[in-house]
């Protein structure tokens, strides 16, 4: 009798235990994430304020591994503009709850593809803030110098400055208070978009890094610590030939009108990029070999005009360094802005990459 009520006890554990998994594992992954993507965010942002300049974060690099051999074929363009399932499920749950929330203002979609031009040069235009007037179609023709003696080794960094800075869920004319545009998720920003460009060269066989480390946990000083985290990367990794900044753009054409570049391109509507190049100019200074910059984005700019012709808002070249004088094919991206789609975004991304590929190829 003994025997028989302790397997009749087992069972009865087995069965509660059984009961319980049914009951909680369908929503474990959920609050697994969300625990870990708690604890991380803790560890990655000392308090606002609480900032100091001689201590610089440490880059947390990814790659995607195994770098694959380089692709016969270009990818579809179903391909390019497929959302990711994650993507999707966040716009069904943000269209649940705008019944409930009120519009802090309205979303003005531009097509910004010739916004200021000063200069044309064949399919590409570009906006000279600068006093200097150099030959732009020259730059072109000769393009930059890029040697990736091994495709597979790194040969891009990826990295952000601005680290939080984010998007929109929805295509719906509106943003929210309740939806403030700068995020600590990885997931839903500029970070996410920079993971999309890294996997889309990986794919093309072209070894890339991807540093997402937070810099801007306080805005003032993200320039200098982004900096040094560049600099411990290209040390690292000397193969490197091309250092990207990705970041969006933010402008309001009234306090309650955002701005927002977009344009459609094979039928999906994809955030307008615009490439910044500087120059040492109007008091900026360390910076000599700024035409190396400007050969490279005038070649990227018309790589990416022929392969999606209206992606590309004016080449901005400007009075500025943010940090481009540590590479000689070092750029600025500014893929959208705040009022852009993170889908938009990283469908942008993804045909800025496919372009960069074939110039990598082409180099």
């Known amino acids: 009798m003994r025997d028989r009520k302790g397997v009749a006890d087992l069972l009865a554990a087995g069965l509660c235990l059984l009961i319980t998994c049914t009951l909680i594992l369908p929503n474990s992954r959920r609050l697994t994430e969300g625990v870990h993507r708690f604890i991380d965010t803790r560890q990655q942002l000392p308090p606002i304020g609480a900032e100091d300049p001689s201590v610089s974060p440490t880059p947390e690099t990814e790659t ?15 391909d390019l503009a497929s959302t990711p399932a994650d993507v999707l499920q966040a716009q069904a749950e943000m269209r649940e709850k705008t019944g409930t929330l009120t519009p802090a203002g309205t979303v003005k979609e531009s097509d910004m593809h010739s916004a200021g031009a000063t200069d044309t040069v064949g399919n590409i235009r570009i906006k000279n803030t600068t006093s200097l007037h150099p030959d732009l179609r020259q730059l ?26 984010s998007y929109l869920t929805l295509d719906n004319g509106y943003f929210y208070k309740e939806y403030p545009t700068r ?26 890094i991807h540093d997402t ?88 700019q018309e790589y990416a ?48 990459a496919a372009a960069l590929a074939d110039l990598i190829d082409d180099a």
């Open 213 to 300: 480390a937070v810099y801007d946990e306080s805005y003032n000083g993200a320039y200098a610590r982004s900096r040094i985290g560049i600099e411990k990367i290209l040390a690292q990794y000397p193969t490197i030939r091309i250092v990207l900044d990705v970041h969006r753009d933010a402008f309001f054409y009234d306090e309650d009108v955002m701005g927002k570049p977009a344009a459609r391109i094979g039928g999906k509507k994809a955030a307008q990029i615009m490439i910044i190049s500087g120059a040492e100019d109007s008091g900026i200074t360390g910076f000599p070999d700024w035409e190396d910059n400007l050969r490279f984005a005038l070649r990227l």
């Open 183 to 208: 995020t600590q998720d990885p997931e839903q920003g500029v970070v996410r978009v920079g993971s999309e460009i890294c996997t889309a060269l990986e794919a093309r066989g072209i070894g890339c």
């Open 305 to 352: 005009e022929a392969a999606a012709p209206g992606l590309m808002r004016p080449l901005y070249f400007c009075p500025r360094k943010y940090n481009m004088d540590i590479c000689p094919c070092s750029l600025l991206l500014e893929i959208g802005s705040d009022a852009n789609t993170l889908e938009e975004a990283i469908y942008a991304g993804r045909l800025l």
């Open 140 to 165: 072109l023709e000769e393009g930059p110098v890029l040697d990736p003696a091994d495709r597979s080794a790194p040969a891009v960094l990826i990295f952000h400055t601005h680290t939080s800075e």
């Open 64 to 78: 995607t591994a195994p770098v694959q051999e380089p692709s016969s074929d270009p990818p579809s363009a179903a």
